[in-house]
């Protein structure tokens, strides 16, 4: 019979917890009755806090149970089964039997890419670029913060609350999907909060024009741990994922005048590093940001997998998330409008599927802009570059 949940529909919770959660969570709620004891965001915020801390001590009490067992296997097990850690983006790209291990080859290596399996064959194929549906390190959780600061979509609950603490009337909600934490954001959140998610596209002023220099990520040795040995067939290294940085850049974006550029940025003297002028109008930012990962795309080899890592949000979700919907409608957005940008985002398809027809995946990660990305700083440079281009 499963556990119940400790808080039921009346919003009362038990007074007692096992072990060092039960002070953080009397203190929780007595802090939340004594503030407002009449306040219903309160007693929820409380009973939702101790109902993710209640999970957490689950957990940590199967983990120990586990440890208590005196198996003196080296390999990592959940419920008897063993794990596969799948590095598909590391120092030393391959499968791996303990998190230890998986560890040395990503703990420091810029945008490492990694999931664990209980199927070998699962793992070998994400390391190889394929789509995998049974990774069992995908969040399980995502906390939507529609009203907090800052607001935003959270897979750990740690950081979301502290997002929402000390926020009036804070607004948030924990689903299994994170479509429907996005969904939840447009209902409740303001225009911001929206467009920090991607929904308008971002429109931050562009940078002034700096000199265009190469620039390399920081790498470090790999450490000797050796993947599954090869006598396991099938396992072992695979060809590194390719790793490509893009962005947009448009002076006065959304005005009269306004030139755009693109860059796309391979690593250091790589002759596929591109710098252009986004052809064509309107000449914004978005379309330019775009257009990076289509040229990106088209110029990478079409059975490698690829990663395109971009600050660029809004693009992300146009060729993630909000394609099927809008294809499904005929391109039109759910007021009926025709969706913007559409040419570039279906030729980016386009290419993703006939990139996944050659056996080679296709992958986005979001990067902070304008931060310490070294990546990122060079496409934004070449990118910056290229609005200062002829038109074309």
């Given amino acids: 019979m499963s556990e119940p949940d400790p808080c039921s529909l009346s919003g009362r919770c038990p007074s007692f917890l ?49 440890g208590a067992s005196g198996s003196s296997s080296k390999k990592r097990k959940v419920d008897g089964v063993q794990k596969y850690y799948a590095v598909r983006a590391g120092f030393q790209p391959g499968v791996y039997l303990t ?28 390391v190889a670029g394929k789509k995998v549906a049974s990774a069992i390190d995908e969040p399980d959780k995502f906390y939507a913060v529609a009203v907090g600061n800052p607001t935003g979509i959270y897979t750990d609950w740690t950081e979301a609350s502290e997002a929402i603490k000390g926020i009036k009337g804070p607004k948030y909600k924990r689903f299994a999907t994170r479509a429907e934490a996005v969904g939840y954001i447009k209902q409740f959140g303001n225009k911001e909060t929206i467009d920090a998610l991607g929904e308008e596209g971002r429109s931050h002023p562009a940078p002034e024009p700096e000199p265009v220099f190469e ?19 099938g396992l072992g ?11 947009g850049s448009s002076r006065a974006n959304g005005r009269a005048g306004a030139r755009a550029g693109l860059g796309v940025y391979f690593g250091t003297n790589d002759k596929r590093n591109l710098s252009e002028r986004l052809p064509g ?35 992300i979700n146009c060729v993630t998330q909000w394609a099927r919907s809008w294809e499904s409608k005929g391109w039109k957005t759910a007021n009926g409008a025709e969706v913007k940008n559409q040419d570039i985002i279906r030729a ?38 290229g609005a200062d281009l002829s038109p074309v």
Wanted: charged share 25%.
């Fill in 18 to 66: 096992d072990g060092d959660l039960k002070a953080p969570v009397a203190h929780s709620l007595a802090r939340s009755n004594s503030s407002s004891a009449s306040s219903s965001d309160s007693i929820n915020h409380a009973a939702f806090q101790y109902r993710e801390l209640f999970e957490m001590n689950k957990k940590r009490s199967a983990s120990a149970a586990g």
């Fill in 99 to 126: 998190y230890p291990e998986c560890q040395q080859q990503t703990s420091g290596f810029r945008g490492a890419v990694f999931k664990s399996f209980v199927s070998k064959q699962d793992a070998l194929d994400f």
């Fill in 215 to 233: 620039l390399q990520p920081e790498e470090r040795p790999a450490k000797k741990t050796k993947p599954v040995p090869d006598e396991v067939p």
């Fill in 237 to 247: 290294p695979v060809e590194d994922v390719l790793n490509i940085y893009t962005d």
């Fill in 281 to 315: 109008l309107p000449q914004t930012n978005q379309r330019a940001e775009l257009m990076a990962i289509l040229r990106a795309l088209q110029i990478a080899p079409l059975k490698q997998a690829v990663q395109i890592l971009t600050d660029s949000q809004y693009s």
């Fill in 348 to 385: 980016v398809l386009a290419r993703k599927e006939e990139r996944e027809k050659a056996g080679a995946g296709t992958y986005f990660k979001w990067v902070k802009g304008h931060a310490t990305n070294r990546g990122n700083i060079a496409a934004d440079q070449l990118a910056v570059a």
